[in-house]
């Protein structure tokens, strides 16, 4: 059901300086940067700093619904139902 974890957003207080390490230092391709967050590819994996957030994990399935309700059925505790997102996504968050 669960293909591979697809995105890690990790907070942080410096936004400059997180990109400088792992740009700069690091060498991680930058696929992206707003004023208060960015994110890295890191084999495929996009790994995402972010003032302001929380640490956030998420997985990749081949279909949303049917994940959410395989894991619902067995307890999962969710916060929502799947939500189409403006970035073309589908997503929901889990407790």
Same mark, same amino acid.
Do not use: C
């Given at each position: 059901m669960i293909k591979?974890?697809?995105h890690i957003t990790f907070p942080v207080s410096?936004?400059?300086?997180? #990109?400088?390490?792992y740009e700069n230092v690091l060498g991680l =391709?930058?696929?992206?940067e707003w004023g208060n967050y960015a994110i890295f590819d890191v084999g495929g994996v996009?790994?995402?700093f972010g003032l302001n957030e929380r640490f956030r994990t998420y997985?990749?399935?081949?279909? #949303?619904?049917v994940a959410y309700n395989a894991l619902?059925? =067995?307890?999962?505790?969710?916060?929502g139902?799947?939500?189409?997102?403006?970035w073309g996504g589908k997503?929901?968050?889990v407790r």
């Amino acid at each position: 059901m669960i293909k591979k974890i697809y995105h890690i957003t990790f907070p942080v207080s410096d936004i400059k300086k997180a #990109v400088n390490f792992y740009e700069n230092v690091l060498g991680l =391709k930058k696929t992206g940067e707003w004023g208060n967050y960015a994110i890295f590819d890191v084999g495929g994996v996009e790994l995402a700093f972010g003032l302001n957030e929380r640490f956030r994990t998420y997985l990749l399935v081949d279909d #949303v619904d049917v994940a959410y309700n395989a894991l619902k059925e =067995k307890g999962v505790n969710f916060v929502g139902e799947p939500k189409d997102q403006f970035w073309g996504g589908k997503n929901s968050r889990v407790r």
